[in-house]
């Protein structure tokens, strides 16, 4: 058997798109549900679950979402979920299995809409604000959408690509925040009233297709089923972050991004607690935003955090008792800074959007300076060597994960890469300690090779960090005819900073008294800022590769 469905439990869908599109079980990753929170029933549907949760435990008047123009309580978030269910199933017709894309910045309703295309037994695809026309068709083309829903704030985008179902016909488009049309999504969800009963689905039925922020090359669908959505919620808030019902989560990652989808909105569901969603927020509004709602719980990525430590005197941040870090290394400078304005321990994290969330870390005191932490309870990590063997303490090698979640691609080749011999391989080089820390050292890819040595830019770049002139900094390897690749910094100074060859030399000198001197960077390049994405992953190849 080929079918991926043999494996599993019957489909509850109508519509087999994403069964039929799983990749082959000889190529699925090992699971494990080593800890009995992730014993999860054969029949689920995630977001029922999660709001019948609850109005059983008696959570309806407590807060779930908090906007810039609303707030919601958990029994109007779900009657605002059941209500577009509606609309989804019974006005646009929609299959059990149908795929709808979404499209909107962090909002309550862009959140309920997610929530409301998952209850439904549909497939939620969502998309990153900031794709353009053609990336987005890219994106609905893989997973062949069967409808959309949309800010109307978003929408040219969306015009531009006009999504086609298979006999070409256009698939239908929804706007939401429209307020005067009269086929808006808020007026359509007028017309239902009644409380929407989840279709029955398997625990293994996909309700999530998230594409990876892919710098490169096409985008891959990675595919979740109902029980990934609640197994994270399992694994590192429960263990790590340790997320109470009191908390208000708040921060920056899109919910199209599941470094956000989980920690701006399932993990706070999971436990009663509260998300503050607000668009397009800058450190220092960040920062203005965890004061007025005394939020309890940040998620951003490291560069937010070092430019928030240069400000967070300014601001009342007192109620904040936990802030994650994730999406790129955390640096030791920027740890540091964050500690010395907060006095808080930085969680860094490590997640990926095949494993769905974060699966190595370390909270409080458990933290230490320089390593991403230890398996989060609930996954198992090792190094392996180039030919697939585990290696032991300081050795680095490619960073192998199993546990609850892990990597499906939507019918893509690349699977046989990222799934080795049943280990989920992220293409991090990483390093282990004789405690069992893990210690981040480079994309594989980003492996700088220079005369025969190996670097890895995030040593450089810490180094440089250091440095009281450095506001920011991307160090990569440019190919060189002599050496095969220089080490080439690309710096952006603080304010009142001007650059000059002085101290371009300075801060070469600066490198080789920290770190072995073959490292130093012979080219150092001033920018006034670095590339990039909208998950606040700096892009290297923009660096590599701009004739600046
Ligand atoms: C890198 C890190 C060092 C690493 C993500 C939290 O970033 C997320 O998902 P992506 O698919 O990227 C995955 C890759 O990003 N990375 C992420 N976190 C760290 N490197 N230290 C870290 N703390 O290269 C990884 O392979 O965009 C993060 C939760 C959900 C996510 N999807």
Redesign the pocket.
């Given at each position: 058997m080929t079918d991926a469905s043999a494996a599993l439990a019957p489909s509850g869908y109508a519509d087999g798109f994403a069964r039929a599109n799983l990749p082959p079980p000889d190529a699925w990753p090992e699971f494990r549900f080593d800890l009995p929170e992730l014993q999860y029933p054969p029949r689920l549907n995630s977001v029922a679950e999660l709001l019948d949760a609850a109005t059983v435990r008696g959570w309806e008047a407590r807060t779930a979402l908090v906007g810039s123009r609303e707030r919601l309580t958990y029994a109007q978030l779900r009657a605002r979920v059941d209500r577009i269910a509606h609309v989804l199933r019974r006005d646009l017709g929609l299959a059990t299995g149908s795929r709808v894309l979404l499209r909107g910045a962090n909002c309550p309703m862009m959140a309920a809409c997610i929530l409301a295309v998952i209850k439904a037994g549909c497939i939620a695809v969502p998309s990153m604000p900031l794709l353009r026309a053609r990336e987005l068709g890219a994106i609905a083309g893989r997973a062949r959408v069967d409808a959309v829903l949309c800010a109307a704030s978003l929408r040219a985008d969306v015009d531009a690509m006009e999504p086609c179902a298979p006999s070409g016909s256009p698939v239908p488009l929804v706007l939401f925040d429209d307020a005067d049309a009269p086929d808006s999504l808020e007026a359509r969800m007028a017309a239902h009233g009644d409380a929407f009963h989840a279709p029955d689905t398997a625990a293994d039925d996909v309700c999530l297709i998230s594409f990876?922020?892919g710098t490169t090359g096409v985008p891959k669908g990675t595919m979740h089923f109902h029980r990934d959505l609640l197994a994270i919620c399992d694994c590192f808030p429960r263990h790590v972050l340790r997320s109470r019902m009191d908390d208000v989560f708040i921060g920056t990652p899109p919910l199209a991004?599941?470094?956000g989808l989980?920690g701006l909105l399932l993990f706070p569901l999971r436990v009663g607690a509260s998300a503050v969603l607000v668009e397009r927020l800058s450190p220092e509004s960040l920062l203005a935003a965890i004061q007025e709602h005394r939020a309890t719980v940040c998620f951003t990525a490291p560069t937010f955090y070092r430019q928030m430590s240069q400000l967070a005197s300014r601001f009342d941040l007192r109620s904040l008792s936990r802030s994650v870090?994730?999406?790129?290394?955390?640096p030791v400078a920027t740890r540091a800074a964050w500690k010395a304005a907060t006095n808080l321990d930085m969680i860094?994290?490590?997640?990926?959007?095949?494993m769905l969330?974060?699966f190595i870390s370390a909270a409080g005191s458990e933290a230490r300076a320089g390593a991403?932490g230890k398996p989060v309870p609930g996954y198992q990590a090792c190094i392996l060597d180039e030919d697939g063997l585990p290696v032991g303490p300081g050795v680095v090698g490619r960073l192998a994960v199993k546990g609850p979640t892990g990597c499906r691609y939507l019918d893509d080749p690349r699977q046989r890469n990222y799934v080795q011999d049943g280990w989920n391989i992220?293409?991090?080089a990483y390093e282990m300690d004789a405690d069992g820390y893990f210690y981040?050292r480079s994309?594989l890819d980003d492996m700088i090779i220079s005369a025969g040595y190996n670097i890895a830019g995030a040593e450089v770049e810490e180094a440089l960090l250091h440095h009281p002139a450095v506001a920011e900094c991307g160090v990569v390897g440019r190919p060189d005819e002599e050496r095969g690749q220089v080490v080439e910094a690309h710096v952006v100074l603080k304010p009142g900073v001007e650059a000059s060859s002085e101290l371009a030399a300075a801060l070469q000198e600066f490198v080789k008294a920290q770190i072995a001197p073959y490292k130093y960077p012979r080219v150092v390049r001033f920018r006034e800022q670095l590339p990039r994405t909208e998950?606040g992953?700096l892009q290297r190849f923009k660096l590599r590769t701009d004739a600046v």
């Open positions: 990876t922020s991004f599941t470094f989980g870090s994730a999406g790129e290394a955390l860094d994290g490590i997640g990926a959007t095949e969330h974060i991403t992220t293409g991090d981040y994309r998950t992953k």
